[in-house]
């Protein structure tokens, strides 16, 4: 699509906007023509042309590689909604808020760029794309209206603030947040909070935003959170042949290998969209499918740093590495695995030129090496492809490759770093940044004993020690402590049999982000059943007289006496679901004592 069709298309969107929401046509016309029209153009290129994971090296049309992901969202572990891409009013039609949680490679980001488009090109209402891993601190000093103002108006000067209050009072917007998960540690509860009062201040508009699990997207209320659903097997052969339109050949060559009986045991992980990418990527030189998620990656680096015979239209090409009389591949790995550590730790995917000198530098003393940074940079971009330019900052082509790299230096280390990384460094990073997902899983693969030993059981153990007890309403309360900083309860609409849940203050305590790979349930089940629960058992306001007279507001936090809350759900059986939680963890640290007292004993008998 040539510029000319975009611009096109985003003057058709304006006046055509213009012409549906005429109650506010002063103010669209001010805030299209003032900063929004360049700003919509300027997004429509960016996203219409863009790379992949297979398509590093070259920019390619997005709805030639598109495939229509589907999202779902489950209610009692059943599928009550499903949305394929294909309708934005059908999408919203369950809530204004939506949320979408998926695994790394889930395609999460493609997801939201499509949408993007659609409501470009829908004419029904205005969408603005915030890449939240780009926002800057230095950037955001006060509000998501002074970001938009700056970020999508280009600091346009506004008469009023009338112009802005009146366009989101109206409902005019459809604002997609990628990445919550990838929100810089040093202000994103301020960001989470502003984002929350700016939802409440204008509640009509719509908002879609993306995340990992296991990283507390869930405080905002209001969301209906959907779940990426993975590939079925029709859908990963129409993938490999939308990718690979261009070359028949090879495509038919993957789906005959991915067919294959023997393979059907492995085949669970080409439902990932990245993982797919990835075999496609390395086919010609990896043409079996890996039976461990780490071994795609491997797979990758391989591939891109010695042979990189990656996917073009043009056919395969190689380009002369730079640094290859003084760095073999082995220390090129090396390095790339300091580089992610040092990064990961710092909280950053996206470096400048700045950081990575330093960084180098740093490496350099470490490995006791020496390299030509420009050169090395260059290599990394241009002859493997291993780092990609995004504007003025480089990235690995997926983050989950920088965590691999992480990963395998932790595995590498000898044992007292190991618990040193397990025990301190690894809590800390856990507190900032939260979204260990895929961390966790290529741990489990790579270090499975020390992962399990040195770092998940001191989570479940400290759990189960902190809650348990052998008083019901102790127990309760501690339990409580952990999971809520605040429960607000009104039991005036017990009778009236309405919601009477008015407010909850999620905390997160270490165990939760053990979800991703441990099926504890969802802590929130005991608050969020309590009403019905109260309800069939004909708990009403003239129960609780003695409790709280004048039916007030009963209120459990932190610091003050929770005997309320705490009565209320031994009267609606919520002992029965923390004794089951405490099971569920209870059982899980002696399946993995027993484990490990095994693996070791079989080490040990070896030596």
Excluded at 106 to 126: E, P, R, V
Excluded at 185 to 199: H, N, Y
Excluded at 541 to 566: A, C, D, G, H, R
Aim: glycine share 4%.
């Amino acid at each position: 699509m040539g510029n000319e069709q975009v611009t096109s298309i985003v003057e058709t969107f304006s006046s055509q906007l213009i012409n549906r929401l005429s109650a506010i046509k002063d103010e669209i016309e001010f805030f299209i023509n003032n900063g929004y029209l360049d700003y919509a153009q300027n997004m429509k290129n960016k996203f219409s042309y863009t790379n992949t994971f297979l398509y590093i090296k070259e920019k390619v049309d997005f709805y030639e590689v598109y495939f229509p992901l589907q999202i779902s969202y489950n209610e009692r572990n059943k599928e009550k909604y499903n949305w394929d891409g294909d309708n934005i009013d059908k999408l919203f039609e369950i809530s204004n808020y939506i949320g979408v949680i998926g695994r790394a490679g889930s395609g999460k980001s493609m997801i939201t760029k499509h949408l993007f488009l659609q409501a470009l090109k829908s004419n029904q209402i205005i969408p603005i794309y915030i890449e939240l891993r780009s926002v800057n601190i230095n950037e955001y000093d006060g509000s998501i209206v002074d970001y938009i103002k700056k970020k999508v108006l280009n600091n346009f000067p506004i008469p009023n603030d009338r112009i802005l209050n009146r366009l989101f009072s109206y409902g005019a917007f459809l604002f997609i947040l990628d990445g919550y998960d990838e929100i810089n540690s040093k202000f994103k509860r301020k960001l989470a909070e502003d984002l929350d009062s700016f939802i409440d201040k204008y509640p009509k508009n719509r908002f879609f935003m993306t995340s990992r699990p296991g990283v507390n997207m869930e405080i905002f209320p209001r969301f209906i959170c959907f779940s990426t659903k993975t590939l079925t097997m029709d859908q990963v052969i129409s993938f490999v042949n939308i990718q690979l339109k261009h070359d028949n050949i090879l495509a038919s060559r993957i789906i005959e290998e991915i067919s294959k009986p023997q393979n059907g045991v492995y085949t669970n992980y080409l439902s990932n969209p990245l993982l797919l990418s990835m075999f496609i990527l390395t086919y010609n030189s990896h043409p079996s499918i890996p039976k461990k998620k780490s071994t795609f990656y491997w797979n990758v680096f391989d591939t891109l740093s010695t042979k990189h015979d990656s996917i073009t239209k043009q056919g395969g090409f190689m380009h002369e590495r730079k640094t290859s009389k003084h760095l073999d591949i082995d220390d090129i790995n090396k390095i790339l695995q300091w580089f992610s550590y040092l990064a990961l730790l710092e909280g950053y995917c996206f470096f400048d030129n700045s950081y990575i000198h330093e960084k180098f530098e740093l490496i350099k003393e470490i490995l006791n090496i020496q390299f030509n940074n420009i050169d090395l940079i260059d290599d990394l971009n241009v002859a493997t492809g291993i780092l990609i330019t995004e504007g003025i900052y480089y990235r690995f082509p997926h983050r989950s490759i920088q965590e691999y790299f992480a990963v395998l230096l932790v595995c590498k280390q000898n044992t007292d770093n190991k618990i040193s990384f397990y025990t301190n460094r690894l809590p800390i990073y856990e507190t900032k940044y939260g979204n260990l997902s895929n961390l966790f899983e290529l741990f489990i693969e790579l270090d499975n004993l020390f992962f399990l030993k040195y770092y998940v059981q001191n989570i479940l153990k400290d759990f189960y020690a902190t809650v348990k007890s052998s008083n019901e309403s102790e127990t309760i309360n501690n339990y409580l402590k952990q999971f809520f900083s605040k429960i607000s309860v009104n039991i005036n609409a017990l009778d009236k049999k309405k919601a009477f849940i008015q407010e909850i203050g999620f905390r997160y305590p270490r165990i939760s982000i053990l979800n991703s790979f441990l099926d504890f349930g969802n802590s929130r089940v005991l608050i969020y059943n309590l009403e019905e629960k109260a309800i069939q058992s004909n708990i009403t306001t003239k129960s609780f007289e003695n409790i709280m007279p004048n039916n007030k507001i009963l209120v459990f936090t932190q610091n003050k006496s929770n005997l309320i809350i705490t009565e209320l759900l031994q009267k609606t059986d919520g002992i029965l679901y923390v004794t089951k939680y405490l099971n569920k963890v209870k059982t899980e640290i002696e399946r993995i004592d027993k484990m490990l007292s095994k693996e070791e004993n079989s080490i040990t008998s070896f030596f």
